[in-house]
């Protein structure tokens, strides 16, 4: 059986997975952390940055994290990035040997 290589994330990739597990949603740290497979003080220091750059924002009634508009940005600009990365390697040449 082939066993799946763990590959280290960016740290846009990061953020860009916590917005998304955020997207229009209303939702709590805890699921975020399982959606996201962060550790907690990973992912504590991750909402700081996303706090303190208006990408989430969190309810305090509710305990509960939403992304903003900022954060929606940031997630369509990174799937674009994506986007032109995969068309790319599609049109590179591989290396002949």
Not at 31 to 45: M, P, Q, R
Not at 56 to 62: F, K, L, P, R
Not at 65 to 78: A, Q, V
């Given at each position: ?7 280290h ?5 990061i ?5 998304a ?7 709590r ?8 497979y ?17 990408l ?35 049109q ?6």
């Amino acid at each position: 059986m082939k066993q799946l290589r763990q590959q280290h994330r960016s740290r846009s990739e990061i953020i860009a997975s916590i917005l998304a597990t955020a997207n229009g949603n209303r939702i709590r740290q805890t699921e975020i952390l399982y959606k996201t497979y962060l550790s907690h003080t990973l992912l504590k220091d991750y909402l700081l940055f996303l706090i303190e750059n208006d990408l989430i924002e969190y309810t305090t009634g509710d305990r509960s994290f939403k992304t903003t508009e900022k954060g929606m940005r940031f997630l369509r600009m990174y799937s674009q990035m994506n986007d032109l990365m995969i068309i790319k390697q599609h049109q590179v040449a591989p290396f002949s040997t």
